[in-house]
């Protein structure tokens, strides 16, 4: 059920024409709630279900003396301040009575605006300043990493030079010392090889080079170099008496090793050591017989080759040798001479067993003979 509601406004669209029987003192229309609350944003400030009767407080051009018999005069109202927008429950606001709204513009930039789920206006900030401090900021960055950069590379080239090829470790020629020679082998020429190091630095030199090339000298058995840091080098060889020597005349002896290289020597003693009678030095080291008895002799034991006192190497499986107590070994060729050996030791040993015997065949280990 709809309320009545008496208009305080002189709006001529709200007057009715005396030919429609209306009165000049006041007018008494029906409104709905919602149209007497005008324009008033929107807002509902009273409840539908209710009604209440407002009458104006006079107009000049309505008379006086109208009250409603219901309800609030608005002049009342008026009295209480503007301040007072929101009415209570059952009550009617007239809308020109209440303040304007904030627009958009202003809510947003109010400090009390914005809360969780709301957009609040962003900051707005130089662009060409903000550009050139990034700017600014991306050439530091860079500056710095090229100059991290720079250290690193140029710590690392300080520690190579420093290694490498600074003085610090540069190896010294009054530090090398060279161990295990004898008058077969020549330290001079062991020495020489080392001497090509000198001033290189110990991190850059190739022991294991170096020994293979030691190794390789005549007499030599094995090589062993050591460094000193922060300038020392220590060699160390393992040098063998010849394993024969080579006679083509009475004053030309030649020293040979087993694998047939020629040792050098300076005024060394042949003594103790077996003499193979040749024709000519230099060429028999290309004979095969030769290189048998050499390996032959190579392989006994130091003290069965001081009582060597003859060698033949007419064919290289008839290798033979004489000791001084007048036994002959026939050693056939260089093969199984381990065993061999053990063989003749065996029998030398054991007089008895030979029986008179003076010859010791062995060629065939399995099967060794006497006569």
């Known amino acids: 059920m709809a309320g009545r509601v008496v208009s305080s406004s002189d709006s001529p669209q709200d007057k009715p024409s005396k030919s429609q029987g209306g009165s000049s003192r006041g007018s008494v229309s029906k409104r709905t709630p919602r149209e007497a609350s005008g324009t008033a944003h929107g807002n509902r400030v009273s409840h539908p279900s209710r009604s209440s009767r407002s009458v104006s407080s006079g107009s000049s051009t309505r008379g006086r003396g109208d009250v409603a018999p219901k309800g609030r005069s608005l002049s009342s109202r008026s009295s209480r301040g503007t301040s007072d927008t929101r009415s209570r429950e059952g009550d009617f606001v007239d809308a020109r009575t209440m303040p304007p709204r904030k627009s958009v513009s202003e809510r947003l930039d109010s400090p009390d605006f914005g809360g969780p789920g709301l957009f609040a206006r962003p900051k707005v900030v130089n662009f060409p300043e903000r550009l050139k401090e990034r700017r600014q900021a991306h050439r530091r960055e860079v500056a710095i990493r090229a100059v991290i950069v720079v250290a690193v590379i140029a710590a690392i080239v300080t520690l190579i030079w420093g290694l490498l090829f600074s003085p610090l470790l540069r190896l010294h020629t009054d530090q090398i010392s060279v161990g295990g020679t004898n008058t077969w082998v020549s330290e001079s020429e062991v020495a ?153 030791d065996t029998l030398l040993s054991n007089p008895d067993q030979l029986e008179g015997a003076k010859t010791i065949d062995v060629a065939a280990p399995d099967k060794a003979t006497i006569k």
């Open 192 to 344: 020489n090889i080392a001497y090509a190091q000198q001033g290189k630095s110990l991190l850059l030199i190739d022991t294991a080079g170096m020994e293979d090339k030691i190794s390789e000298l005549p007499g030599v058995t094995s090589a062993t170099a050591v460094k000193h840091y922060p300038h020392g080098l220590d060699v160390t060889v393992k040098a063998e008496i010849p394993a024969a020597v080579l006679r083509a005349s009475d004053s030309d002896y030649t020293a040979v090793d087993r694998e047939g290289r020629v040792l050098n020597a300076v005024n060394a003693s042949v003594k103790g050591i077996p003499v193979i009678e040749v024709k000519d030095a230099k060429k028999s080291l290309d004979s095969k017989a030769v290189k048998q008895a050499l390996q032959v002799l190579g392989s006994l034991d130091e003290s069965m080759r001081q009582k060597i006192t003859k060698v033949e190497a007419k064919t290289q499986d008839s290798i033979t040798t004489t000791l001084e107590d007048g036994y002959t070994i026939i050693w056939g060729n260089s093969s199984q001479m381990k065993l061999k050996k053990a063989v003749v």
